[in-house]
């Protein structure tokens, strides 16, 4: 064994390493924290394969073997990071310091934290030669913080051998413990929406800076963001059914029947509003959703532009259509005269497979007795979608039992990007007990 190795059992200095490769995307260079994960695991004997689209960009897969009597399980997290541009840090993001009892880092919890978790529960596997009820993969992706092209969406679509036979994946976002009104839920993820990005174009008179054009162009699209800003209507889904219900039945009244309205696409919004900041946690999952993130248009201070474009950032709620989600849109715009186009979208008609939540859930009670495990939603995306297109159902699953204090949802990609070393562990136990007990 390398002199490495005698990290395996400490979760929170994986991580540190991790941290200190700098792997913001783009532009990414993965590679180097991907060799070190290479040679963290060869040093115990365990071999990676290493695929590629391109070079500085690798993907790592590697596997020890099971008894054979269930399906392959993954395990899967990426390393790469959103920036850090224009974010003031109370410590250096790429220096991984251990202090007051956080790894702080960009990327601690998004998610080289996850992946040092896994990392060490595929280590103590390995080193304890625990019974497994099947093989289980490692896999560690490059690019999911931009669209999956070098990672997940590249393997997928030019090595699914690789996956052959997996039914069930452990990945992000989800085991994160959530406190409402002093109880404490694990929200463990079932479903992720989907994701369609798109362009509206906005055409009128443009004209010189000197001679103003009412009407035009700019008014347009003040109108236009104007609608944007309301929200599409309530879909009530099963799987939201099940975590507001969850919620719900363990609240005292009158919070309980509150809550449970909700689940009444009439009095959806009034609830939310209720609920103000709490309310937050729920509207992003209860409607199809589209937010206004890019306008461009003339560089010129003295040109009146004849053309605006505005690109979208759409989710839709797991389950629907992509001509669904656009019939909303282009009803809640009502202006026949605006192109919309879809630039790119990923889309899965994969059904919900919750044959391994019962295992999961029961994880959570054992790990935290007074724990609350609900389905989840993800509002955002990950390298699940693509996973999906074999077949593969993902659970968000990385534990962690967080400090009530701690607000997780607002410390993805912020400053100060930090996760309890405490957490880790609770993490690592969580995801070894998981792969000791899968089954078909």
């Known amino acids: 064994m390398n002199q490495q190795t005698n990290i395996h059992n400490r979760p929170e200095l994986i ?9 913001t995307n783009p532009p990414g260079h993965e590679k180097a924290c991907i060799d070190y994960i290479n040679e963290l695991l060869s040093g115990y004997g365990i071999e990676s394969k290493i695929v590629s689209r391109d070079e500085n960009r690798p993907n790592l897969i590697a596997r020890i073997k099971g008894q054979g009597t269930a399906s392959p399980l993954m395990l899967y997290g990426h390393v790469d990071v959103v920036t850090t541009e224009n974010q003031s840090w109370t410590y250096p993001p790429f220096s991984g310091e251990i ?44 690019d999911e913080e931009n669209g999956g092209n070098f990672g997940a969406k590249f393997l997928v679509e030019t090595h699914p051998e690789l996956f052959a036979g997996v039914k069930y994946a452990l990945g992000e976002f989800g085991g ?18 989907q994701m369609s990005w798109l362009k509206i174009s906005i055409r009128g ?32 889904t099963p799987v939201i059914t099940e975590m507001i219900e969850g919620i719900a039945n363990v609240m005292p009244f009158p919070k309980k029947q509150i809550l449970k309205q909700l689940l009444n696409p009439k009095m959806t919004r009034t609830v939310l509003k209720l609920l103000g900041e709490q309310g937050k946690t729920f509207e992003a999952i209860l409607h199809h959703t589209v937010s206004a993130t890019v306008i461009r248009t003339s560089d010129k201070i003295n040109v009146i532009p004849g053309e605006i474009t505005v690109e979208l950032d759409g989710r839709i709620l797991p389950g629907f259509k992509e001509e669904e989600f656009l019939v909303e849109l282009k009803a809640l715009i009502n202006d026949p005269s605006i192109k919309l186009e879809v630039i790119r979208s990923d889309i899965t008609s994969a059904k919900r497979d919750m044959k391994l939540f019962n295992r999961l859930a029961s994880i959570i009670r054992e790990s935290d007795p007074s724990g609350i495990p609900i389905p989840f939603v993800l509002p955002g995306v990950t390298d699940g979608r693509f996973f999906s297109s074999l077949g593969i159902q993902t659970y968000g699953f990385t534990p962690m039992k967080l400090p009530s204090e701690f607000k997780f949802l607002k410390t993805v990609h912020a400053e100060d990007e930090r996760i309890p070393v405490d957490a880790l562990y609770f993490g690592t136990d969580g995801l070894f007990k998981a792969i000791q007990t899968f089954g078909d």
Request: glycine share 10%.
């Open 15 to 23: 991580l540190q390493k991790l941290i200190q490769f700098n792997t």
């Open 99 to 142: 202090i007051d009892g956080y790894v702080w880092g960009r990327g601690a919890i998004d998610m080289k934290g996850c992946v040092a978790m896994m990392i060490s529960a595929f280590l103590k596997a390995k080193i304890e030669n625990t019974p497994l009820p099947g093989d289980v993969l490692l896999v560690i992706l490059s």
């Open 176 to 193: 994160f413990s959530m406190e409402l009104d002093g109880k404490r839920f694990y929200p463990i993820m079932v479903a992720e929406k």
């Open 205 to 236: 008179q443009g004209g010189h800076g000197s001679m103003p054009v009412r009407d035009g162009v700019m008014s347009k699209l003040a109108e236009v963001l104007d609608k944007l800003n309301q929200p599409l209507p309530v879909h009530i």
